[in-house]
């Protein structure tokens, strides 16, 4: 049921082999009205080839077409538009997705192929704030786009257990802080002292010495390092499990930069067996000149490990044990450089596979233009962001729906749904400032809005209280409002495929919107529980969108309540 391939092949058919079928379908088109055809060709492309004015090129192609299987073909201009026939159409797609249900939209692209994907890794004794939004959601909805078309993702939570910023904290905690405070608010205490150390350190520089030191002895084992850090990380992941828990995001792997200590040394070792590293400034370095790369710095001069000797590491080991088709690592923006050196100094070891790791970047979540920043104590903690958005969400509903049952779990959908929606409607590259009142409006480009359709339709399916006969023939809707909406429920393959393809849920969620509005139109416009002969084809259309609406809510992560 691919109805642009239909358009593509009677156009390549027309045109013959001066255009290959990809370059066609690259040119296809949607026209902004219906008036102007369901796709639409332009015919610039084919002026240089032909050595002919456009206009007279679609003329000709329109007299080449077999118009069977289409309403009709017609020229305007240099465009030749194709109006698809609109009861095959609503035929095809209602049965389509009645008989497949939640599987409308499958594929097997990925051929089981392992997908491994680094996201959220939130640093342990800091709190998890908006900063962390991005990456937790980004990358559990490409696990479930990934999934959705055949691949096997494996969520991992490569938590920042190590590194310099433990030492720094240990100072902080040995200087001013106490275990019984600790005890009584673990991250809010622990998060103090880290953000009192770096205000400190500027008028007492001594206390970085102080911090490497630390760091160094808790790399070397030290029984009281090793005891604190332990503490920390256990404090830690206690509170980041409720977030993820209220998130509805499960991990298949917690190993965090820890968990490569022991790998680190191999990686050194084949840099050094292959005459990769080199002195600088005391320091060991991959020289990445031939890939236009600043040097990938390796080992420091006191000995002590970085960020890319760990990733080099996790990257083989991940390869190693899960021999990935490909590999995600869902990182801000600002992580560029470092990624292209990881995949660079990979490369230059000879692992080839390093091609297939890709980083799936994004832009930053600011409050009043600046942005988030633990280290400054500029934070948004994001429980505290998902506990407003729920009553937010209650105050909307007693003010709708009093009577409404379950309200305490629809109004948690709801809120923090929200919250992951409007993330997830931006495009992922694309920076935005964050304003709760707008996020949980029902109204407007929102995950609530969207939700609400779904309720409504479901609602109708409700009242109509009939077995809709999904063998039937006469599925077939015509008029123009049903028609956006049949258009909209063809397009949801192509658009799962396109955001897999793109790394980008906003596909998915900018989809909803368009499905969502498109339905809202057609139930202000038609009599639905009308009995007349279109009665079951109206139910079908409304139940399809319902089950299409919930379906890709659940590829964001976003719960789709029946009654709101």
């Known amino acids: 049921m691919e109805f642009k391939q239909q358009v593509v092949t009677a156009l390549q058919q027309a045109i013959g082999a001066q255009l290959d079928a990809r370059t066609i379908a690259k040119g296809i088109e949607i026209p902004k009205s219906s008036d102007l055809g369901d796709y639409a060709f332009p015919t610039f492309m ?39 026939d609109k009861q095959s159409f609503s035929r095809d797609v209602l049965q389509t997705i009645l008989v497949k249900g939640d599987s409308y939209g499958n594929a097997n692209t990925g051929h089981g192929g392992n997908v491994p994907i680094d996201m959220s890794s939130p640093n342990i004794a800091k709190p998890m704030s908006m900063g962390h939004l991005r990456s937790t959601v980004i990358g559990n909805s490409l696990a479930n786009i990934l999934r959705k078309i055949g691949y096997n993702p494996i969520k ?44 400190e350190d500027v008028e007492h520089p001594e206390l970085d010495d102080e911090a490497r030191e630390w760091f160094k002895k808790l790399e070397n084992g030290d029984p009281e390092a090793m005891h604190l850090w332990k503490w920390f990380r256990e404090i830690s992941l206690s509170e980041f499990s409720h977030i993820y828990d209220v998130l509805g995001i499960e991990f298949d792997s917690y190993k965090g930069e820890a968990f490569y200590n022991d790998k680190m040394d191999a990686v050194i070792q084949e840099l050094e067996e292959k005459h990769l590293l080199e002195e600088s400034q005391g320091a060991e370095v991959v020289n990445l000149d031939s890939y236009n790369l600043s040097p990938a710095m390796i080992r420091k001069s006191d000995g002590a490990s970085l960020y890319m000797t760990r990733d080099l590491a996790a990257a083989i080991y991940r390869m190693n044990t899960y021999n990935f088709v490909q590999s995600l690592y869902v990182v801000g923006n600002e992580q560029a450089l470092h990624f292209d050196q990881l995949k660079a100094v990979l490369k230059e070891m000879g692992d080839d596979w390093a091609d297939n790791i890709h980083h799936i970047a994004f832009g930053l979540i600011t409050s009043g233009g600046k942005k988030l920043s633990t280290r400054k104590g500029n934070v948004i903690l994001l429980e505290g962001v998902l506990k407003d958005a729920v009553l937010l969400a209650q105050a909307q509903i007693e003010a709708k729906n009093p009577t409404l049952k379950n309200k305490d779990q629809v109004a948690k959908d709801v809120g923090v749904g929200a919250v992951v929606f409007h993330d997830l409607k931006n495009d992922r590259m694309d920076s935005f400032d964050f304003n709760l009142e707008e996020v949980v409006r029902f109204e407007g480009e929102t995950g609530p809005y969207v939700q609400y359709t779904n309720a409504r339709a479901q609602s109708i399916l409700r009242k109509a209280a009939v077995e809709i006969d999904r063998d039937a023939d006469d599925l077939t809707l015509t008029d123009p409002e049903a028609w956006n909406v049949l258009k909209a429920l063809g397009d949801y393959p192509a658009a799962i495929e396109r955001a897999a393809k793109e790394y980008e849920p906003s596909v998915i969620a900018k989809y909803t919107l368009r499905l969502a509005k498109a339905f809202n139109q057609y139930y202000a416009h038609s009599k639905i529980l009308e009995a007349n002969a279109e009665r079951n084809a109206r139910l079908a259309l409304v139940d399809s969108v319902s089950r299409v609406l919930q379906n890709a809510l659940a590829l964001l992560g976003v719960n789709a309540p029946s009654e709101m």
């Open 156 to 199: 991992i939570n490569h938590l920042g257990d190590w590194g310099t910023q433990f030492g720094k904290l240990i100072v902080g905690y040995k200087k001013w802080g106490s275990e019984a405070d600790v005890k009584a608010d673990p991250i809010t205490n622990l998060n103090k002292y880290y953000v009192r150390f770096h205000k």
């Open 46 to 84: 084919l002026a240089k080839i032909f050595h002919k004015a456009p206009q007279k090129i679609a003329e000709e192609i329109v007299g080449k077409i077999d118009q069977q299987g289409f309403e009709k073909v017609q020229a305007v201009g240099a465009y030749v538009n194709f109006f698809l």
